[in-house]
């Protein structure tokens, strides 16, 4: 007769990756596609809000053009220091609370700011917000590439991009019927209390980390058999089989090695690239609705046109990888580097026509998105694998600090220059990266790319 130790050891060893990659993809997984392609709309939406309704809520409350980028800054200082701080917060935590905690911050920030009365205290919600804003998606991409084979993981990094990207031009149509009629304040009462509302229904249903849960100091094999199970179809495993993750161990870098006298000319010129690169992104992401309605367009005009760069990023991003593939990591960037340049020129001469601003806004909207698919490729690309993905972390930082310089300075040049002007400096940046493009990436440096 066995003992009760026996009766309750573990069954058999069963190792979860190779049965998720083994695993034709369910539609249990697709749920949790569906799942994290929601919560990445209301990041979207959170995200572009501020931008469509700043022309309004300077109005109101009487902030100067220029203290406008201070609001703007704040939060994409958020965003990088949610990057770090819910990546912790997650690996002690879990994914599942800390995507559940940027939900609600989300929330409570959007209804900050909804009644805040000042400058100072829409800064503040503005950095909470991008505390949120800027850690869900890396939680939330961890997730999905946990629960999806390797051959199907590329879809994590769409998801989450896509679900952004719809919530971009959510805000800028909701802006435009909205705001005209009940004020900047009701976005925000939208969109703090739908996820809000949503939370508990979150709650509920997002499943958890299976790297969490089998890390835990008391592992939940109930859970992980249930998942699993959800995954295969049938019901083979149970709380009594041991559960492992057999993975190959992630290379371990610093940002000194980056800096080695055989890559330090490289990460240089990568920096520059994506810290010039984020500049114009995020002065065309964040102040366009501001420079159209200040150049005498009304708010649903500058709305229409935000939502038209949103629709034309999603299109633009799903077929990205494949052109870069097709095209070449160097060509993609020097042809869309030279397309950006072109378009905000013409974007620059187009004066007070609503129809040709938003005609032109896509050419410029897709040699604005697809670098970035194709600048991640290229510091991928440069690196040997043991420094890749801090090779990659780095140049993501640098552009960041990018598109804090871009929040802050598009007031001061639409002060300047007015319209034309504000355009027209779009492709300085772009003109800077491309010539880096052209006379340091090189074909030899790329290999066959």
Known sequence: MSSPEQRQSPRSSVPIVSVIDEAPVSRYQLFIAGLCLLVGIIDGFE???????????????????????????????????????????????????????????FGVAAL??????????????????????????????????????????????????????????????????????????????????????????LAWVYPESLRFLLNRKSVDRGRIATALNRIVGDNRYTAEDHFELIEEPAPRASGRALLAPKYRRTTLIVWIVYFFNWITWYLFLLWMPTALTESGFSIRQASLAGAVMGVTAIIAFIPAGGIIQRVGIRHSLLWLFAGGVVSSGLLSLVGADWALVAMLVVPFTICGVIPQVALNYLAAELYPTTIRATGLGWAISAGRVGSVIGALIGGTLIGWWGLSGFFMTLGVPLLIVGVLTAFFFNGKLLGNH
């Open 112 to 201: 900050g700011t909804a009644v805040a009365t000042d400058k100072v205290t829409i800064m503040i919600w503005r950095f909470v917000a991008g505390i949120a804003i800027g850690g869900v998606h890396p939680v939330m991409i961890a997730l999905l590439a946990e629960y999806f084979p390797a051959r199907h993981r590329n879809m994590a990094i769409v998801v989450g991009f896509v679900g952004m990207g719809i919530g971009v031009p959510i805000s800028a149509l909701l802006t435009s019927a909205v705001v005209p009629d009940y004020g900047w304040r009701a976005i925000f009462v939208l969109g703090g209390g739908v996820p809000l509302l949503l939370l508990p229904w």
């Open 47 to 105: 995200n572009g809000a501020i931008a469509y309704v700043a022309p309004a809520l300077a109005n109101d409350l009487s902030i100067p053009l220029g203290d406008i980028g201070q609001i703007f800054a704040a939060g994409t200082i958020g965003m990088m220091c949610g990057t770090l701080i819910m990546g912790i917060f997650a690996d002690y935590w879990g994914r599942k609370r800390a995507i559940l905690l940027s939900v609600a911050v």
